[in-house]
């Protein structure tokens, strides 16, 4: 019987209030979730820790869960059981997902099978909890709302974290010109490993100057931009004319001059994967499962965690001095 009882519950990490990341709390006896209809019960290999989780926990994002939760979305493993309705997944099949309903930083997660997909051999369970969020952005950000086309030049500002990783590849792969910027010397060769054709520091003081002679004045075409509260106005800068700055992340108010967009008719243009319907979810999926197929998805795994250290993940996604990959923790 109490075999029986500790096989049912697990570790779990758990918000019960917003704040810092000292919130995020281990819990060694969380009930294991049941998955209701058209559910899968996942035992979690490994999750992926996205930004935007520090900014939920915070409690300044505008999405707020009911306290207390357990976070991650992003979520690699194996199934252990289906909910009723269930065709496409049986236990014991690999398996990755962008979207858990119970929590990801935990030893089983729970999540709606439509929003499971099968893991190929060709990865492992750390590259597959850096798919979701990483390359589904990338790939709306791209061609769902950038509007992209083969042969368009693209500048990657943050290109060597998760989002960025998977821009490089997905604008390589589909005929981008792909340009990419990151903090440190290791930074830039992980993004050249990764699809960029040219890579430039953007803690160097004139590298602006560099990206405007290496596109020979005539600018890009889109700007993947991760930090717009310090980039925007100096992207507005960048740009061919009618070209776009996406914004895929921000940590706060800019000011820019908006007649910087009227002189090249250009666009400013905010990415929420969360607003994606359910048919350009499906859109991402299709080209992101072929990206594995072929071969040019391929993740880059950067920091890994024990779930015990997931204040610490936390601490390092924001303060750490460059990202190389994406940051998983490890149940």
């Not at 992340?249 to 001059?257: A, D, H, K, L, Q």
Request: charged letters at 20%; a neutral charge; proline letters at 5%.
């Amino acid at each position: 019987i109490a075999m029986a009882a500790t096989r049912r519950v697990m570790r779990a990490v758990r918000v019960f209030e917003f704040g810092g990341p000292e919130v995020l709390k281990l819990q060694p006896d969380v009930v294991i979730p049941d998955p209701e209809e058209n559910q899968v019960l996942i035992k979690v290999h490994a999750c992926g820790v996205n930004p935007v989780e520090t900014y939920i926990r915070s409690g300044s994002y505008a999405r707020k869960p009911a306290l207390p939760y357990t976070p991650g979305s992003d979520v690699a493993g194996v199934i252990e059981r289906v909910g009723e309705g269930v065709a496409a997944f049986k236990k014991g099949d690999r398996v990755f997902t962008l979207d858990t309903i119970s929590g990801g930083y935990a030893d089983y997660a729970v999540a709606a099978a439509n929003r499971t997909f099968p893991l190929s051999d060709k990865l492992d369970f750390k590259q597959g909890a850096a798919i979701g969020i990483p390359y589904f952005t990338a790939y709306r950000a791209l061609f769902q709302k950038g509007r992209a086309r083969a042969g368009e030049s693209v500048l990657v500002h943050g290109a060597s974290g998760g989002v960025g990783i998977a821009t490089c590849q997905i604008a390589r792969a589909c005929g981008l010109k792909v340009l990419g910027t990151a903090g440190t010397e290791e930074g830039m060769n992980v993004v050249l490993r990764n699809g960029a054709h040219q890579a430039f520091n953007h803690r160097e003081a004139n590298y602006t100057d560099k990206i405007k002679e290496y596109t020979g004045m005539e600018g890009v075409d889109i700007i993947i931009e991760m930090l717009s509260n310090v980039n925007l106005a100096a992207d507005l800068q960048l740009l061919s004319c009618a070209g776009r700055v996406m914004v895929v992340g921000s940590r706060g108010p800019v000011e820019i001059n908006p007649r910087d967009t009227m002189s090249k008719e250009s666009s400013i243009i905010g990415v929420s994967l969360f607003l994606a319907t359910e048919e350009e979810r499906r859109e991402c999926a299709r080209a992101l499962l072929d990206g594995i197929e072929a071969g040019w998805l391929k993740p880059t795994v950067g920091s890994e965690y024990p779930l015990a250290e997931a204040v610490k993940a936390h601490e390092d996604i924001i303060h750490s001095s460059g990202a190389q990959g994406k940051m998983v923790l490890l149940p």
